[in-house]
T-cell receptor, first 113, second 109 residues
Framework: KAGVTQTPRYLIKTRGQQVTLSCSPISGHRSVSWYQQTPGQGLQFLFEYFSETQRNKGNFPGRFSGRQFSNSRSEMNVSTLELGDSALYLC????????????FGPGTRLTVL | QKEVEQNSGPLSVPEGAIASLNCTYSDRGSQSFFWYRQYSGKSPELIMFIYSNGDKEDGRFTAQLNKASQYVSLLIRDSQPSDSATYLCAVANFNKFYFGSGTKLNVKP
């Protein structure tokens, strides 16, 4: 079974621009969660989507948004990029039932100049 | 108080020794407990999960869970330099997943 895929793997943007990241979950998984990881920081939870609905949300500003499509693929968007948004963005998929395992994609490395 | 607490390390052990990684959590209703390994610049990969009190062994890895003490640990036997990484403890309760900040492990040849 194919794993979680994320595109693009690397991205360079300038301040003020916006960016869209994509995540395709493992086949059969209905939940996709997004995390931000910066050097020296742990995984910061952004949001989780399940069956096209945002089910959980972390403490990030409204510049960070996401959506999920009927095939469970998910996108996250960051508008008006700031230097501090430079990070590794990870998505993780799971079946979406209670407390089951999350499997991570390889991540998208975003650099904001 | 953070939902999941881990000592950031680094924890240094000689090759062949047992590495012991610890994690505490705050939510008594937590149902599932996970250990992930993350190499520098890479994404976390699942090592093992545990649901019930006691020990669970998988090769050189043993996860230990004590729900009364709200404590999870990971033992790595016969540690190898390739085990050098950051180990993330994660705790799940219904649809919420909480990660610790990770413990950096260095295995010295």
């Amino acid at each position: 079974k194919a794993g979680v895929t994320q595109t693009p793997r690397y991205l360079i943007k300038t301040r003020g621009q916006q960016v869209t990241l994509s995540c395709s979950p493992i086949s059969g998984h209905r939940s996709v969660s997004w995390y931000q990881q910066t050097p020296g920081q742990g995984l910061q939870f952004l949001f989780e989507y399940f069956s096209e609905t945002q089910r959980n949300k972390g403490n990030f500003p409204g510049r960070f948004s996401g959506r999920q499509f009927s095939n469970s693929r998910s996108e996250m968007n960051v508008s008006t990029l700031e230097l501090g948004d430079s990070a590794l963005y990870l998505c993780a998929s799971s079946l979406g039932t209670s407390a089951d395992t999350q499997y991570f994609g390889p991540g998208t490395r975003l650099t904001v100049l | 108080q953070k939902e999941v607490e881990q000592n950031s390390g680094p924890l240094s052990v000689p090759e062949g020794a047992i590495a012991s990684l610890n994690c505490t959590y705050s939510d008594r209703g937590s149902q599932s407990f996970f250990w992930y390994r993350q190499y520098s610049g890479k994404s976390p990969e699942l090592i093992m999960f545990i649901y019930s009190n006691g020990d669970k062994e998988d090769g050189r890895f043993t996860a230990q869970l004590n729900k009364a003490s709200q404590y999870v640990s990971l033992l790595i036997r016969d540690s190898q330099p390739s085990d050098s990484a950051t180990y993330l403890c994660a705790v799940a309760n219904f649809n919420k997943f909480y990660f610790g900040s990770g413990t950096k492990l260095n295995v010295k040849p």
